[in-house]
C-alpha cells in the first residue's frame, strides 16, 4: 500500500467542518448587518494582485512584505501575491472609477486574507477580515464614524462596554514629535516600529528601546491628547461612544496611515489583545493618480473575535439549517417517502432523507450527530393512516402529526 496522505489541512489555515463555516457565516452575517445600518455597501475583488501593489513606498509595512507575502510567478512571468490586506486594492479601485463615484464614499467588504505568519493564537496564514473604508473626506466626522461603528461591531457580537476599550493614536503627533526631536526618516520608521511593538514587549525591554531615541518619555504621557484625537473622541462622546481613549503608543504598522489611527483592546485578562484597528490614510490614492483622495477605515478580523466571543461565552449554539430528517421505518417506504420529502421542500421545510440502507435505530442515531432537531418516521402504517410521528431528537418526546399539517407544524417551530 503507499503511503497515505495526512488529513491535516496546510500550516496556519483552517478546514471549516459545518459548525464552524456556520459560526463564520454567522460572524459575517453581524459584520454586514452592522456595516449596512451605517449605510456602507459591498465590493469584492480577487484573491490575487500584482506584487509591486505592496511594494510601493507608502503602502508598505516592511514585515509584511519581506517576510509575510505569498508571492509566486505566474506562468507568464508576472509575479503576483495572495492579498495580505484589502486598504490598497479598496485605493486601486477607488482610484480607478474615481469620477464616476459620489463622495464621501462608504464601502465595506469581507476578504480572506493571506499572511505568512508564525501561526500562534489569534494569529493564522488564512483569515477572513471585514473592512469598511470611507472615501473623500477629511471630516473628524468620518474618524469619529467610522470608530463609532467598531463600537457597534463589538455590541453586535454580545459585548458590554466594560469588555473592551477603544484606544486612540495619531500619526500627525508622531510626526510633530519626530520634528520636534529632529529625527530622520529612518529613526522614525524604527519609533513607529518599535511603539507597534510595545504591547507585545516587556516594559523592560521597552523602556531599554526607546532611550535609544532620546527623547523624553514624558511625550508617551496620556496628558498632552493631540488635536486630531481630541475631537475625534469628543464628537464619540457625543455619539454615546465612552470607552475610547488616547494612548500615544497606538500607532500601527502601515506606512501609509496619516492621521488618527486606533486599536479596539479585549480587557479580559485571558485574552489581553488588539482585536482589532485602523486608521486614517489622506494619500493611498495618489499611488494610481495625483489627485489624493482621503480615506478612513478599519480591518477587522474572524479569529480575533471568535477567540473574544469564546472567552465569554458569546458563540451562538450550533443550529444546522436542516429542520427535519425523514427516516424509513422500512426500505419499501423509500419511494412514498421521497414524495413526501418532495412535498415538504417544495412548501418551504428543510428536509433531509434517508435512503433506507441502514436500521431505523441507525438513522436516528445519524441525524442526533448531525444535530438535525427533528425525525419525521416513515413506515407502512404510517403512509397507511396519513399521519407521522415526528420525534424531537434533543427532548425525545413525540408529536402524531397529519400528512396536511405537517408543513404548519415545521412553520410553527420557526427553525
Ligand atoms: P491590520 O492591523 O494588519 O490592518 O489587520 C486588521 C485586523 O485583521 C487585525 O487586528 C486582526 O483582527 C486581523 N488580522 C490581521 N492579521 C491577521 C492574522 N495573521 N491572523 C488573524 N487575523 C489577522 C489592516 O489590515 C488594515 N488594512 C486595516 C485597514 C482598513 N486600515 C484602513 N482600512
Not at 484589502?86 to 486574507?113: D, F, H, Q
Not at 459585548?159 to 520634528?179: E, M, P, T
Not at 433531509?352 to 444535530?371: H, I, T, V, Y
Request: charged share 25%.
Amino acid at each position: 500500500m503507499s503511503k497515505k496522505l495526512s488529513t491535516e489541512s496546510y500550516k496556519g489555515v483552517r478546514d471549516f467542518y459545518p459548525k464552524d463555516q456556520a459560526l463564520l457565516n454567522y460572524i459575517i452575517a453581524t459584520w454586514r448587518g452592522v456595516a449596512e445600518k451605517f449605510g456602507y455597501v459591498e465590493y469584492g475583488a480577487s484573491i490575487l494582485e500584482p506584487s509591486e501593489l505592496y511594494k510601493a513606498k507608502g503602502v508598505e509595512n516592511e514585515e509584511i512584505v519581506n517576510e509575510q507575502t505569498y508571492t509566486f510567478t505566474d506562468r507568464g512571468e508576472r509575479e503576483v501575491t495572495l492579498r495580505p490586506e484589502m486598504t490598497p486594492t479598496v485605493a486601486r479601485m477607488v482610484a480607478g472609477k474615481r469620477r464616476e463615484l459620489g463622495y464621501p464614499l462608504r464601502w465595506y467588504s469581507v476578504p480572506n486574507c493571506f499572511r505568512y505568519e508564525r501561526p500562534q493564537r489569534g494569529r493564522l496564514r488564512e483569515f477572513w477580515q471585514f473592512n469598511a473604508d470611507l472615501f473623500g473626506s477629511r471630516s473628524p466626522m468620518a474618524d469619529a464614524e467610522l470608530i463609532a461603528m467598531s463600537y457597534e461591531m463589538m455590541k453586535a457580537f454580545g459585548a458590554s462596554d466594560s469588555d473592551f476599550v477603544i484606544k486612540l493614536g495619531s500619526r500627525s503627533y508622531l510626526d510633530s514629535i519626530a520634528n520636534q526631536y529632529t529625527l530622520s526618516q529612518e529613526q522614525v520608521k524604527a519609533l513607529t516600529a518599535l511603539l507597534d511593538k510595545r504591547a507585545k514587549m516587556s516594559a523592560e525591554e521597552f523602556d531599554k528601546a526607546w532611550a535609544m531615541f532620546n527623547i523624553p518619555a514624558s511625550v508617551l504621557g496620556a496628558d498632552a491628547v493631540p488635536a486630531d484625537v481630541a475631537e475625534t473622541l469628543r464628537l464619540l462622546g457625543s455619539m454615546g461612544v465612552a470607552n475610547a481613549q488616547f494612548d500615544p503608543s497606538v500607532v500601527r504598522g502601515f506606512a501609509y496611515y496619516t492621521g488618527v489611527v486606533f486599536e479596539v483592546f479585549d480587557t479580559n485578562p485571558d485574552n489581553n489583545r488588539a482585536l482589532f484597528g485602523g486608521g486614517r490614510y489622506d494619500n493611498l490614492t495618489e499611488l494610481f493618480d495625483n489627485e489624493p483622495l482621503p480615506g478612513i477605515g478599519f480591518g477587522m478580523g474572524d479569529e480575533t473575535i471568535r477567540l473574544f466571543m469564546e472567552v465569554r461565552g458569546l458563540i451562538p449554539p450550533y443550529i444546522p439549517p436542516v429542520q427535519a430528517y425523514v427516516a424509513l421505518a422500512s426500505a419499501e417506504v423509500l419511494p412514498e417517502a421521497t414524495q413526501l420529502v418532495q412535498e415538504l421542500r417544495r412548501a418551504g421545510v428543510a428536509v433531509a432523507q434517508d435512503f433506507g440502507e441502514r436500521k431505523l435505530g441507525d438513522q436516528l442515531k445519524a441525524a442526533s450527530k448531525q444535530q438535525i432537531p427533528y425525525v419525521i418516521i416513515v413506515g407502512p402504517d404510517e403512509l397507511m393512516a396519513g399521519a407521522f410521528t415526528v420525534r424531537n431528537l434533543a427532548t425525545g418526546t413525540e408529536d402524531h402529526v397529519g400528512r396536511e399539517q405537517l408543513v404548519p407544524y415545521f412553520a410553527a417551530l420557526k427553525l
